[in-house]
């Protein structure tokens, strides 16, 4: 298995405090990704990351934001968490090979509600 | 922004037969990757199949293959001999190649149920 790890993997938090959820690979895999599961819609990616110190956003972006300082460590923070926010979030490594790239590999995802 | 379309929320299959989960997707690129993940009730995240956009042969793994169609954009998995054990949630994404711009997209999933 893929040495990816989501801490915590549960969390309840009150409206309007700001919430860290961290992923740690220890695979040395340039690519991270964070996303959050919701019934109906999927995985939707928040933000990734293709370097250190190198993000972008995904589709759902707006009150999260991440930070990448070294290449094992993707950090994803809700600003003033909300109840919108309360959903299952998954963090994702991949690489690029001489043989192109590698498939995406998921933590355990994390349970974070917000009441 | 590529888009993965999904339009089987739901899918049912008698155990021992076949199963076709359908996918769709928008872009303008001509190199990607497309995966097939399962999610069972674990949560656990687990890879079922990937097609690189440039190979013309379809991908197969075990009982697993996949109907890559590039020209209308389509990338069906089609589940041979369904065992009990295949039930879960299907996802299809897309990954772009580009410098900067390697996003992983999914689609909405399938609920594949079993039926013994």
């Known amino acids: 298995d893929a040495g990816i790890t989501q801490s915590p993997r549960h969390k309840v938090t009150e409206t309007g405090t700001p919430v860290t959820l961290r992923c740690h690979q220890t695979e040395n895999h340039r690519y991270m990704y964070w996303y959050r599961q919701d019934p109906g819609h999927g995985l939707r990616l928040i933000h990734y990351s293709y370097g250190v110190k190198d993000t972008d956003k995904g589709e759902v972006s707006d009150g999260y934001s991440v930070s990448r300082s070294k290449t094992e460590d993707f950090l994803l923070t809700l600003e003033s968490a909300t109840s919108s926010q309360t959903s299952v979030y998954f963090c994702a490594i991949s690489e690029s090979t001489a043989e192109g790239y590698t498939e995406a590999f998921f933590g355990q995802g994390t349970r974070l509600t917000v009441v | 922004a590529q888009t993965v379309t999904q339009s089987q929320p739901e899918m049912s299959v008698q155990e021992a037969e076949t199963v076709t989960l359908s996918c769709t997707y928008d872009?303008?690129?001509?190199?990607?990757?497309l995966f097939w993940y399962k999610q069972p009730p674990s949560r656990q995240m687990i890879l079922v199949i990937r097609?690189?956009?440039?190979?013309?042969q379809n991908a197969t793994e075990n009982r697993f293959s996949v109907n890559f169609q590039k020209a209308a954009k389509s990338f069906s998995l089609k589940i041979s001999d369904s065992q009990l054990g295949d039930a879960a949630m299907y996802f299809c994404?897309?990954?772009?190649?580009?410098?900067?711009?390697?996003?992983?997209?999914f689609g909405t999933g399938t609920r594949l149920t079993i039926i013994p």
């Open positions: 097609q690189e956009a440039y190979k013309q």
């Open positions: 994404a897309y990954r772009s190649v580009g410098f900067g711009n390697e996003k992983l997209t």
């Open positions: 872009t303008s690129e001509s190199d990607y990757y």
